[in-house]
């Protein structure tokens, strides 16, 4: 099998805000990820600063990106970052409902039941590998592990106690 050409991020800009729930400074970075053939996806990373207990978004808005590509083309894939001592996790959440749902960016956000499981996920999961690799402000990201307190990795049980923005996917969820 061949290798698969490498993918690389870069970096567009940055916003600070205010988390909606605890008012905390939020942060949110932005760019594309692409390889040879052009770019493959944009991405949107949003954290609370020193607040391992909010699982930071990433956003994916995956599909053509190049000159007169139509939003309708791509789709809006939602991954939570949970950080933990032992080594951060990812899963695919909801994305409907995300800021990046626009019809000026993307033809459809995706919810979790529809990407996991499937190539999308597979294709979302290898572009935020190369997010994590590539992208230097991820660090900050990652760092959220060493500060994090103690609560369990295990399932969404956890999650639902510890994130009111977890609690409000979780309402997404029932809806659909
Ligand atoms: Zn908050």
Redesign the pocket.
């Known amino acids: 099998m061949a290798t698969p050409a490498p993918i690389t991020s870069q970096f567009w800009n940055e916003s600070t805000g205010h988390?909606?729930?605890?008012?905390?400074t939020s942060k949110t970075i932005w760019g594309d990820l692409s390889d040879q053939s052009g770019s493959l996806a944009v991405y949107f990373v949003q954290w609370?600063v020193s607040?391992p207990e909010?699982d930071p978004i990433i956003d994916l808005i995956i599909g053509p990106w190049g000159e007169g590509s139509e939003p309708a083309a791509r789709v809006l894939v939602s991954l939570a970052y949970r950080p933990s001592t032992r080594g951060g996790s990812f899963m695919v959440v909801d994305a409907v409902g995300r800021r990046a749902d626009d019809r000026k960016i993307c033809g459809r956000a995706l919810s979790r039941h529809e990407v996991i499981n499937t190539l999308l996920a597979e294709q979302a999961f290898s572009l935020v590998d190369a997010l994590w690799l590539t992208e230097p402000r991820i660090a900050e990201v990652r760092d959220l592990n060493r500060v994090s307190c103690r609560r369990s990795i295990d399932g969404l049980s956890s999650a639902r106690s510890g994130s009111?923005?977890q609690r409000t996917r979780e309402q997404d969820f029932s809806q659909d």
Do not use: E, F, L, Y
């Open positions: 988390c909606d729930c605890c008012g905390r609370t607040a909010h009111c923005k």
